[in-house]
């Protein structure tokens, strides 16, 4: 796993890297796994410099995470049974589209990172 940590952290702009810290927390903190998934995979592998895109698999419900993204909750700290995972900053969206028949979420950030 570090070996792909190190190409993210390599190959991603900050920009990008600030969005996969943020859907990733933002995920754990839903108790949804988040998977990096398509052309940035192959790009990171093949040892492409650019990265234009970022996609990602959700395991559970895209509408979980759309809600957490549009009103995120404080997460409680030192109650029984609940973890504390910290947020890094959110950066601001730009866009957020769903099409619940596909289950599918497209989010556009500020920063242009989609």
Do not use: C, W
Request: glycine share 8%; proline share 7%; hydrophobic share 35%.
């Amino acid at each position: 796993m570090s070996d792909y940590n190190f190409l993210m952290e390599s190959r991603f702009s900050p920009a990008q890297m600030q969005v996969v810290n943020y859907l990733s927390r933002s995920a754990a903190t839903q108790g949804l796994n988040l998977y990096l998934v398509g052309g940035a995979v192959r790009d990171l592998i093949q040892g492409q410099q650019t990265i234009r895109s970022l996609d990602f698999v959700i395991e559970g419900s895209t509408q979980k995470l759309q809600r957490h993204i549009e009103n995120p909750e404080t997460p409680r700290n030192g109650l029984p049974g609940e973890a504390f995972i910290p947020q890094p900053p959110a950066p601001e969206t730009e866009s957020l589209d769903t099409e619940t028949r596909l289950g599918t979420l497209r989010i556009r950030f500020r920063n242009a990172v989609h």
